[in-house]
T-cell receptor, first 113, second 117 residues
Framework: AQSVAQPEDQVNVAEGNPLTVKCTYS??????LFWYVQYPNRGLQFLLK??????LVKGSYGFEAEFNKSQTSFHLKKPSALVSDSALYFC???????????FGKGNQVVVIP | GAVVSQHPSRVICKSGTSVKIECRSL??????MFWYRQFPKQSLMLMAT?????????EQGVEKDKFLINHASLTLSTLTVTSAHPEDSSFYIC?????????????FGEGSRLTVL
């Protein structure tokens, strides 16, 4: 079964600095990879996905992520963080062989003014 | 993006009562919807996959008789927590995907906060 690891519980970054949220995955075949963001007491919002093609994927709100097959990683990045980016970020992976989407435990991002 | 509406957003009930949560896809048809449960500061736990016109597929450890799922139409799935107890208090989130393929992203409802007294 597929799985996702988000090693850090919380990421603190100063406003204006680059933001990175780490994600590694495990699947039996080629993965479909996703990033979602969740604000307090809200559902998840889709940020971006990797299906195939260019390893660098650009998404909503200035976020991007890079698929690295050799390192089985899909780290989320933003060049300049905003206070409004403070939220819970989830990485998710779907194995191409099944219908299930496995989520990581989530990373709380805190952007400090 | 597509819109998934979930209702109610918050519900408080007495122990032993049943609570129904609705999940609607507002601008697309969803043959499959997913129900998740989220504990504080934890990830989403998939409870079941709701299939239009057929029985839901439950994940291991999720009680079918406790969490009744009905997917009566292509735009509506309901989760009923039967005989709720305080340990059922949680944040329940539904999601739906456009189309049958695996490449589509999920669209999530806003979640329903259930508090059982």
């Amino acid at each position: 079964a597929q799985s996702v690891a988000q090693p850090e519980d919380q990421v603190n970054v100063a406003e204006g600095n680059p933001l990175t949220v780490k994600c590694t995955y495990s699947v039996s075949g080629n993965p479909y990879l996703f990033w979602y963001v969740q604000y307090p007491n809200r559902g998840l919002q889709f940020l971006l996905k990797y299906i195939t093609g260019d390893n660098l994927v650009k998404g909503s709100y200035g976020f991007e992520a890079e698929f690295n097959k050799s390192q089985t990683s899909f780290h989320l990045k933003k060049p300049s963080a905003l206070v409004s980016d403070s939220a819970l970020y989830f990485c998710a992976v779907r194995d191409r062989g099944n219908n299930r989407l496995a989520f990581g435990k989530g990373n709380q991002v805190v952007v400090i003014p | 993006g597509a819109v998934v509406s979930q209702h109610p957003s918050r519900v408080i009930c007495k122990s032993g009562t049943s609570v129904k949560i609705e999940c609607r896809s507002l601008d697309f048809q969803a043959t499959t919807m997913f129900w998740y449960r989220q504990f504080p500061k934890q990830s989403l736990m998939l409870m079941a996959t709701s299939n239009e016109g057929s029985k839901a597929t439950y994940e291991q450890g999720v009680e079918k008789d406790k969490f009744l799922i009905n997917h009566a139409s292509l735009t509506l799935s309901t989760l009923t927590v039967t005989s709720a107890h305080p340990e059922d208090s949680s944040f329940y989130i539904c999601s739906a995907r456009i189309g049958q393929g695996f490449t589509g992203e999920l669209f999530f409802g806003e979640g329903s906060r259930l508090t059982v007294l």
